[in-house]
Each structure stands twice: as C-alpha cells, then as structure tokens.
C-alpha cells in the first residue's frame, strides 16, 4: 500500500517555474514506475510525463518535451515534476500516481489505468 502526496503547486506568472514534489509513503517505492497527470478546468485528466522504476526511462506528452522535466530520489522516495516556462495552459491540478512495477508487465506511462495509486493533488495556476 502507497500514499502519495503532492505539494509545491502554487501561483506563478508566465514564463516562471515550479517545482512539484510527490512524497511517497511505503517501503517499495523503488518497484514503482511514477507519473505525473493533470486536470485543467472542464477538462479530461491528461497525461504529462512518467519516470520508470529505476529512472533510468521518462516519456513526455509531446506538446511539454522541453518545458518539463520528471525525475525521482528513490532513497528519499520522491518523484520530482520541474516546470519552466510555465503558459496559462498550464494551469491545473496536478496528480502524481504510482505503477506497480514488480510483475514484470509492459508499461504504458500515458495510461491512467496502469497505475494502482493517486495523490490528491496540487493546484498550479499560471496568470499573465
């Protein structure tokens, strides 16, 4: 069993950055792929970038490749979403989830349903 928890949302201009953090509680963290979602108002939840287990895999949605960057500390069981250059559309909840990654399946990052766990989420909001 996991709980994650995402904080470092906020409100930030265009054209800034924000660092979003997932704090994961569980001792198998590091059997886990991780990802990063999110919900904009009236909008289907989307995908916005994965990290495999060992870090060593990221995939992007395309239309983010350059601006975020994911990465994670499994010794302090943490992934990581780094936003630059932040655009109005970039305003949402941002949701990080967990993928059990210990059976061995294909991973599909882009996918809600791979993943067995979700954070409550935090709020990011990018004004001009």
């Known amino acids: 069993q996991l709980q994650l928890g995402e904080t470092g949302g906020g409100l930030v201009q265009t054209g800034g950055s924000l660092r979003l953090s997932c704090v994961v509680s569980g001792r198998t963290f590091s059997y886990y792929h991780m990802g990063w979602f999110r919900q904009a108002p009236g909008k289907e939840r989307e995908f916005v970038a994965a990290i495999n287990w060992s870090g060593g895999d990221t995939e992007y949605a395309d239309s983010l490749k350059g601006r975020f960057a994911i990465s994670r500390d499994n010794a302090k069981k943490v992934v990581y979403l780094q936003m630059n250059s932040l655009k109005l559309e970039d305003t949402a909840v941002y949701y990080c989830?967990?993928?059990?990654?210990?059976?061995?399946?294909?991973?599909?990052?882009?996918?809600?349903?791979?993943?067995?766990?979700w954070g409550q989420g935090t709020q990011v909001t990018v004004s001009s």
């Open positions: 989830a967990a993928d059990w990654a210990g059976d061995g399946t294909s991973w599909y990052p882009h996918t809600e349903m791979s993943y067995d766990y």
